[in-house]
């Protein structure tokens, strides 16, 4: 028989779904898998079964609803002052993750490299290997993440068609700094290169500091593509509703992309996350500050149970060293331990890496979850942990 696609064929199945049906089959809290326990707002859930009722039930524009693309640019009006044409420069998708996928077929050509940056959420390599192009890795290291300029500017080459930044970023929770930002805006202006913004966690920042996106910077609009998620944004992750917006020669062709994926995405749901984009300022800033309490609770636990925390300064999730509490095993053994022997499900952290040679003592803890939950989880850490020592 004829080999497969070796950018999917050689692949495992995700981390996540490893995870959280580790999670089911022994009853583990699951702090793996990044998703809320609570739904997200009931009048955006209201206003999607409204439409489900009384339609549209067809065919939306392949576009996107039009009232969610403007609600996408008034979104990146107001929080940004980012101009972008609803009609030509907004694009519905079916998740970020096929956001990003459309993105990165329509941009890159065989041949191309993408610079990544290391650790990396799972669905760009694959996709970037399937449009025939060279995955580039940029390592941060722990526990500060900070960017290696000399690294990252050595990664850009003639062949560099784009980055992919992802700010906040999955798994770290780092927030990439102005500064930081300044420097990547630089190597794509000498370059001629692109970026793929994958800003799903754009309203998850904690500590009062807003978000800033690289398409706002002096320059780059023309070069960068942001993409949300209302997964995100609104805690409906299961919706897979995402969008993107860029300059028109850019987000065009992504649309040609996205017309051979899935041409469309449910329109009644894209009808309650346009009434969610128009929500008022304090459903983003008290989202925000919920999450940071959460953060706040989980990671005191993690510290109290004797893990070292590494910062977090948005997003889900908060990392823990494991070394020298718990039995001495390489991350992945480490949660697979974790979830059958003390009931908690983490996420080990070398899976978010595509070269050899990862980290393996950090493993990721997802903090979006009731308090209580939170509180069982280190309470069993707590206890097994004693019984392990
Ligand atoms: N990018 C990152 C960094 C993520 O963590 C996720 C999480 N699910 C996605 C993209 C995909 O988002 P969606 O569920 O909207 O496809
Ligand atoms: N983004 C989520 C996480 O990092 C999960 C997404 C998925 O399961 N594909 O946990």
Not at 49 to 74: E, F, H, S, T
Not at 76 to 105: C, I, K, M, N
Not at 165 to 172: E, G, K, Q, W
Not at 223 to 249: D, E, H, M, N
Request: net charge negative; with cysteine.
């Amino acid at each position: 028989m004829k080999s497969l696609n070796p950018a999917f064929a050689g692949l495992g199945t995700t981390i996540f779904t490893v995870m959280s049906a580790l999670a089911v089959e022994h009853g583990a809290i699951n702090l793996g898998q990044g998703f809320p326990d609570e739904d997200g707002p009931l009048d955006i859930r209201e206003a999607a079964a409204r439409a489900l009722i009384d339609g549209p039930n067809q065919y939306p524009p392949m576009a996107g609803v039009p009232a969610l693309r403007q609600a996408v640019a008034a979104h990146d009006r107001r929080f940004y002052g980012l101009d972008y044409d609803w009609a030509s420069e907004t694009l519905v998708t079916s998740g970020a993750t096929e956001a990003l996928t459309a993105a990165l077929f329509a941009l890159l050509s065989p041949g191309d490299e993408a610079v990544v940056i290391e650790p990396l959420y799972d669905c760009y390599v694959p996709i970037i290997r399937a449009a025939g192009a060279v995955p580039v890795p940029v390592r941060l290291q722990p526990p500060d993440w900070r960017l290696p300029a000399g690294e990252l500017a050595a990664a850009f080459g003639p062949r560099t068609k784009l980055l992919v930044l992802n700010t906040p970023m999955n798994p770290t929770g780092k927030v990439f700094t102005a500064a930081e930002l300044g420097l990547i805006a630089d190597l794509l202006r000498a370059r001629d290169a692109y970026a793929l913004c994958d800003e799903v966690y754009e309203h998850l920042v904690f500590s009062g500091a807003g978000h800033l996106p690289l398409a706002g910077l002096d320059g780059m609009r023309e070069r960068c593509i942001r993409v949300g998620s209302a997964g995100k944004t609104f805690s409906l992750t299961g919706w897979k509703v995402g969008y993107l917006s860029g300059p028109a020669a850019l987000i065009g062709t992504v649309a040609k992309a996205h017309q051979f994926l899935t041409f469309t995405t449910p329109p009644g749901l894209q009808i309650g996350v346009a009434a969610g984009l128009a929500k008022d300022d304090s459903y983003f800033t008290g989202l925000a500050a919920g999450l940071e309490a959460k953060r706040d609770r989980l990671r005191a636990g993690l510290r109290a149970v004797g893990f070292q925390t590494l910062p977090v300064d948005g997003s889900y999730f908060v990392t823990a060293d494991v070394r020298g509490v718990g039995p001495d095993l390489p991350d992945d053994d480490y949660c697979r331990w974790l979830t059958a022997t003390i009931g908690v499900a983490a996420v080990p952290v070398s899976a978010f890496y595509m070269a050899d040679d990862p980290p393996r003592h950090l493993i990721r803890f997802c903090f979006c979850k009731r308090d209580e939950v939170l509180d069982a989880a280190v309470e069993r850490l707590r206890r097994g942990l004693q019984t392990a020592a």
